[in-house]
Structures are given as structure tokens and as C-alpha cells.
T-cell receptor, first 115, second 115 residues
Framework: AQKITQTQPGMFVQEKEAVTLDCTYD???????LFWYKQPSSGEMIFLIY??????QNATEGRYSLNFQKARKSANLVISASQLGDSAMYFC????????????FGKGTLLTVNP | EAEVAQSPRYKITEKSQAVAFWCDPI?????LYWYRQILGQGPELLVQ????????DSQLPKDRFSAERLKGVDSTLKIQPAELGDSAMYLC?????????????FGPGTRLTVL
């Protein structure tokens, strides 16, 4: 079975600063994908960034980057230059063949950006 | 930009009533997922379709829940009868296929309240 652990229930960051949201994962599959989603209070899950298990370089998408450390089974999300609109729940998730490619999510981290 | 459509956005019903949710995936996406998200938790898969076939419905409470994707395009999720514990956000997602590299894109969700 696959598992995602997000140990930070809540995080605070000042506007314009960078913040790291932690994610560790567990799977017996050799090939897997790691995803981060943002969920504002409206409820929609918004895709942010993807990292494949065989990707040698860390993924980046604008202000989002993924710090992928395969040996430690961690996939932390880094948000640079935080904005007030970044305040939301953030979910880390894993997809692999052993789970029929369904997303297995962590419990999420609530990020609050202070002005 | 292509989006996943869901309706209704909000549904309030009384227990023992029947409810139905509709989802239209991104055009051309073969795989469709229904997730349920209880407040304060990450989403969990209810049912997964590849075209019109069910890939995984192991977590679908089949005594009261049913799902169909008759023509391999849009999908309906039904609950009959609804129970108080069914109050949750119901999220539909679609992806191009069944690979760990295929990103799942979510619709806006249906927020169900059972009274």
C-alpha cells in the first residue's frame, strides 16, 4: 500500500518570503509519480507540480519547486515569494501502478500567508 | 482552457433521500475518477473508470452508492439512500490515461450536506 505523510498541520509565512511544505512517502513500486495540489476554501483541487520517480532533476513550475530526495523518500514543496493568494490547504499525493494509478493523498498542510 | 465540469456545486438533502452528481471530464480523457473528501482530510477514491469500464470500485459502498459512465464520456454518481455520514465534498477528476505521469485534473466539486 502507498502512504503519504504530511507532518505540518499548519504553517505561517510572511508575504514575499519562501516556505517549505514537507512530504514523505512510502511505496514498494519502483515507478511512481508525486503530485502537489492546492485547495483554496472554495474546495477545488488545483494541480501545482509533478515529479516522476525517475526524474533526475527537481521539478519547477513558476514559483513552485519540488525538493525531491529519493533516498529519503521525501518530496517537499517550496513556494518562493509567497503571496496572499497562496493561503490554502496543500496536499501531497502519490500515484503508482500498484494502486491502479489512483491518487493517495496526505492529510494536507494549511498555509497562511501574513501581510 | 479545458476543464472538468461538475454539477451541482452544492446539494442539501435529508437522510434517506436519493442524490445524484454529474461529471463531464476534459475532452479526450479516458480515465475518470470520483473521490470523496471528508472535512479535514485528503480525498479518497470511490470509483475509477477507464473509458466505460470500472477499474477500481473497492472503496465504493455498493449497498447505497452507484456510479456509471455509459458512453465513456460523462459520469453520474448516485447515493440512495443518503446517510448523515455521507456529508462531504465529492470531487471528480480526469486524466489522459493510466500512467504515473498522467496528471489528474479536478472539477470544482459538489459539496453535499445531509440533514
Amino acid at each position: 500500500a502507498q502512504k503519504i505523510t504530511q507532518t505540518q498541520p499548519g504553517m505561517f509565512v510572511q508575504e514575499k518570503e519562501a516556505v517549505t511544505l514537507d512530504c514523505t512517502y512510502d511505496t514498494s513500486d519502483q515507478s511512481y509519480g508525486l503530485f502537489w495540489y492546492k485547495q483554496p476554501s472554495s474546495g477545488e483541487m488545483i494541480f501545482l507540480i509533478y515529479q516522476g520517480s525517475y526524474d533526475e532533476q527537481n521539478a519547477t513550475e513558476g514559483r513552485y519547486s519540488l525538493n525531491f530526495q529519493k533516498a529519503r523518500k521525501s518530496a517537499n514543496l517550496v513556494i518562493s515569494a509567497s503571496q496572499l493568494g497562496d493561503s490554502a490547504m496543500y496536499f501531497c499525493a502519490i500515484v503508482c501502478r500498484g494502486s491502479n494509478y489512483k491518487l493517495t493523498f496526505g492529510k494536507g498542510t494549511l498555509l497562511t500567508v501574513n501581510p | 482552457e479545458a476543464e472538468v465540469a461538475q454539477s451541482p456545486r452544492y446539494k442539501i438533502t435529508e437522510k434517506s433521500q436519493a442524490v445524484a452528481f454529474w461529471c463531464d471530464p476534459i475532452s479526450g480523457h479516458a480515465t475518470l475518477y470520483w473521490y470523496r473528501q471528508i472535512l479535514g482530510q485528503g480525498p479518497e477514491l470511490l470509483v475509477q473508470f477507464q473509458d466505460e469500464s470500472v477499474v477500481d470500485d473497492s472503496q465504493l459502498p455498493k449497498d447505497r452508492f452507484s456510479a456509471e459512465r455509459l458512453k465513456g464520456v460523462d459520469s453520474t454518481l448516485k447515493i440512495q439512500p443518503a446517510e448523515l455520514g455521507d456529508s462531504a465534498m465529492y470531487l471528480c477528476a480526469s486524466s489522459a490515461g493510466l500512467r504515473e505521469t498522467d496528471t489528474q485534473y479536478f472539477g470544482p466539486g459538489t459539496r453535499l450536506t445531509v440533514l
